[in-house]
T-cell receptor, first 112, second 115 residues
């Protein structure tokens, strides 16, 4: 069964600290994996996208990694800011089909 | 360039009624997808339209339907509303359909509450 699981469900960190969010998937055949950031009351915004052959992708203070063998991805946030408070959603796409599988997200709260 | 717009932003309906939501994609984008987001289920794919044709459909009952117009604007309709239809409905647009790395841009969503 194609599934995407994210952990932790929620996370609270101090401003300036780093954190890592996890995404495990069983989707196959895999095409790409995308991380989205969703601020409260807004639609998701794409942060990074990685295909099978890529194992790391950065976007400013956000760095995503992908291990296609173990079917795991992580999103590392460096020097967190209050504006990083949001839900982070991992999305995996199937090869050859326009099918997307969404994780339920990690709710990150950055406190001063 | 204007982003994806959705109207209305908030809706309150009662069980049994029907509702129509509207989505205007980014100018030049021809693919529009709809999603339902609830706290328990997260984001779930409803359907995708490209060039006025439904290209893909998620696992939702026939009460959920949609269409796309020649200007790429899309509407989603839910008939015979149920309490469980209360959710944030998100629309996303992209340039084309079927390109796996094509980025989807999401609108702010329509918050539907069914009483």
């Amino acid at each position: 069964k194609n599934q995407v699981e994210q952990s932790p469900q929620s996370l609270i960190i101090l401003e300036g600290k780093n954190c890592t969010l996890q995404c495990n998937y069983t989707v196959s055949p895999f095409s790409n994996l995308r991380w989205y950031k969703q601020d409260t009351g807004r639609g998701p915004v794409s942060l990074t996208i990685m295909t099978f052959s890529e194992n790391t992708k950065s976007n400013g203070r956000y760095t995503a990694t992908l291990d296609a063998d173990t079917k795991q991805s992580s999103l590392h946030i460096t020097a967190s800011q209050l504006s990083d408070s949001a839900s982070y959603i991992c999305v995996v796409r199937l090869t050859g089909a326009n099918n997307l599988f969404f994780g339920t997200g990690t709710r990150l709260t950055v406190i001063p | 360039k204007a982003g994806v717009t959705q109207t209305p932003r908030y809706l309150i309906k009662t069980r049994g009624q029907q509702v129509t939501l509207s989505c205007s994609p980014i100018s030049g984008h021809r693919s529009v997808s709809w999603y339902q987001q609830t706290p328990g289920q997260g984001l779930q794919f409803l359907f995708e339209y490209f060039s006025e044709t439904q290209r893909n459909k998620g696992n939702f009952p026939g009460r959920f339907s949609g269409r796309q117009f020649s200007n790429s604007r899309s509407e989603m309709n839910v008939s015979t509303l149920e309490l469980g239809d209360s959710a944030l409905y998100l629309c996303a647009s992209s340039l084309v359909s079927g390109v796996s790395t094509d980025t989807q841009y999401f609108g702010p969503g329509t918050r539907l509450t069914v009483l």
